[in-house]
């Protein structure tokens, strides 16, 4: 063995081979450290999944926050919402008052917003002054396009007073109808009411915007 050895020595590359091995074997080592030191800490499936620290708030923007609901509170929901919207609305047909600026007497959405438990629903042939207890009373305010705003000499008749009465009443929604479909469509008042309804509309559109904008404003 001895003398295996040292032929090995006397080899003119011995010294090389060996020089080379060992920083071959440094080199590795060095790399190891410094990949252990750079390398994140790991957490296994398992502590993910048992990981307690689940906020259900939204404290930064790239949060992601789940809520989570049993199925009992779900239809408890369902049950619940219906009967309190019913309640809701049957309050505001008591307490919702509604105006229609109309000549036409015969316009029979009144009385059927009346029947359907909108009392407070009154119906003008034209209007006299915008201090009136009639519109600073009212909540809604429908405005016919034709034969109103005369006695007050507005421009546009039925136009004209819709956006006069939108502008000293912010608050109140305000809306036009018409049984005629072409008007002028650059009206300020087409632009500033809150909403244009035909007069042929069925009267359930008018009840269904009346509930909506009577939520709005409560």
């Known amino acids: 063995m001895s003398i295996l050895l040292q032929t ?7 010294w090389k081979i060996a020089i080379a091995s060992i920083f071959s ?3 590795i080592t060095i790399g190891y450290k410094n990949y252990k030191k750079k390398s994140p800490n790991t957490t296994s499936p398992l502590q993910i999944e048992n990981n307690p620290q689940i906020s259900p708030t939204n404290n930064n923007a790239n949060n992601l926050t789940v809520n989570f609901a049993s199925n009992a509170e779900q239809l408890n929901s369902d049950k619940i919402t219906p009967i309190k919207e019913t309640i809701d609305i049957d309050k505001l047909r008591k307490s919702t008052s509604i105006l229609f600026i109309d000549d036409d007497t015969k316009f029979k959405v009144v009385k ?3 029947n359907e438990g909108w009392i407070n629903t009154k ?19 429908f405005v016919d396009v034709q034969g109103v ?10 136009l004209g007073l819709a956006l006069n009465i939108k502008s000293k ?28 309804l035909s007069k042929d509309a069925e009267p359930y559109e008018f009840i269904s915007l009346i509930e909506r904008f009577s939520k709005e404003l409560n």
Request: with cysteine.
């Open 8 to 14: 090995l020595i006397d080899t003119p590359d011995f």
């Open 25 to 27: 074997i440094i080199t």
């Open 112 to 114: 059927i917003l009346i």
């Open 123 to 141: 119906s003008i042939t034209d209007l006299k002054s915008y201090n009136d207890d009639v519109i600073k009373n009212s909540d809604i305010v």
């Open 149 to 158: 705003g005369k006695i007050l000499d507005c421009k546009d008749e039925g």
């Open 169 to 196: 009443y912010p608050d109140k929604k305000v809306v036009i109808y018409s049984a005629v479909q072409i008007h002028n469509v650059f009206h300020d008042a087409i632009q500033k009411v809150d909403f244009l």
